[in-house]
């Protein structure tokens, strides 16, 4: 029997946000328990509203890996999907309903330049495999988590990069951590390594633009990489707010630049700031430092205890990337789903998958 062709995006373009809600809504009804809604907490209001599940990277791996749904549809960026698919059972199936919803800091680290540097590690020290274990941030394609699968390593999320970096020093001496410098050196700072033990390596020069010297000392070497909506807060932002609000507090995460977390009463993942606010006594004001769509809901939600939440930086920092799962496309891969057509999945190939989840499953455990 020959399949019915897939039902065309440019049909559902055009639709107003309250017709591409109620289509959702419909095909959702048709689906039912056949479907999960994954959402990250970055995620537009409009999205946010229809996931069954929502979570920082670290809930969303392990949700992703208990659900028993046949389509997991992931309201995210590209990289969760992957972890979605690697995660659960051959039989399910990953979707990420715009193919163009990446992590521009994931993109900062690719297969070939993290094998270079291993490569021009080697030359400098020896065997890096007996010298490093490599670390990734879960904001990472999966062919890298299968290097780290590969060469003893681990992958870390905001969240417990602090006991992942534990659990690399007792394997090894020394961590090559990537992509993101700013959770590298916060999580090597709180475990009371000196900044001048970190070194940042620049995948675009020669041996990461370091002398010998200075790889032999770095206890962890940084990815050159970060996040450009992190990056906007600064410091400033947090001096204006304590002059204005002495009692004020400021929550940052560990993606924003060492001074701003520095300067914060409380570093950690979204799951964390939320969680915190939240559990606030009634009255406190906070300065939060991550994207605006997790900010603003917040503010909402806390809003009735006379809580008030602050976005940190003057200008609008949204993850663009995310904001590309709207309800048209939504809306658009669930009725694809009910009408027996799969679009959008995100397949790891089995070899890479295999590696993959290792180096997850040897964060779940130590996490
Ligand atoms: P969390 O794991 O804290 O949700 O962070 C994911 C992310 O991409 C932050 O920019
Ligand atoms: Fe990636 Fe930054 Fe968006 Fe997080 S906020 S998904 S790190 S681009």
């Known amino acids: 029997m020959t399949q019915a062709a897939a039902i065309q995006f440019d049909r559902f373009n055009a639709l107003a946000d309250e017709q591409a809600e109620a289509r ?41 890996s208990q659900t028993d749904a046949e389509f997991i549809v992931f309201c995210g960026v590209h990289f969760m999907a992957e972890v979605a698919d690697i995660l659960s059972r051959p039989e399910q199936v990953s979707i990420l309903p715009d193919l163009a919803a990446g992590c521009s800091m994931a993109d900062m680290a690719s297969l070939a330049k993290v094998e270079r540097c291993w490569r021009e590690l080697e030359e400098v020290v020896g065997d890096p495999d007996r010298l490093f274990t490599p670390v990734t941030y879960i904001n990472s394609a999966a062919d890298l988590k299968a290097f780290c699968g590969e060469h003893g390593g681990i992958v870390c999320t905001s969240s417990n990069a602090r006991k992942i970096l534990d659990w690399s020093f007792r394997q090894r001496e020394k961590v090559l951590f990537f992509p993101d410098q700013h959770l590298g050196r916060w999580s090597g700072w709180k475990m009371d390594i000196p900044l001048e033990d970190m070194a940042v390596w620049d995948p ?22 970060w996040c450009s909506v992190h990056q906007m807060f600064q410091p400033s932002h947090i001096l204006r707010f304590r002059n204005q609000y002495p009692d004020g507090l400021v929550i940052s995460h560990p993606e924003c630049s060492f001074e701003v977390c520095r300067q914060s009463d409380e570093v950690g993942s979204t799951e964390h700031i939320i969680r915190t606010v939240k ?84 964060m779940l455990a130590a996490s």
């Open 24 to 64: 959702i809504l419909e095909a959702r009804a048709r689906l039912g328990k056949r479907v999960v809604i994954l959402v990250h907490h970055y995620q537009r209001a409009d999205v946010y509203r229809h996931g069954d599940l929502t979570g920082d990277s670290l809930k969303l791996s392990r949700l992703a």
């Open 204 to 225: 675009d020069l020669e041996y990461g633009g370091l002398t010998p010297e200075q790889i032999r000392r770095a206890k962890i070497l940084l990815w050159k990489g």
């Open 279 to 362: 559990a606030a006594a009634p009255g406190t004001r906070w300065l939060v430092g991550t994207e605006l769509n997790l900010v603003s809901r917040l503010a909402e939600e806390v809003k009735a205890e006379g809580k008030i939440v602050q976005f940190m930086a003057p200008t609008v920092c949204m993850c663009s990337t995310m904001a590309r799962i709207d309800p048209q496309h939504l809306a658009w891969c669930l009725e694809n789903l009910a009408a027996g057509q799969t679009v959008n999945r995100i397949g790891v190939p089995q070899h890479e998958a295999v590696l993959a989840k290792l180096a997850l499953e040897r």
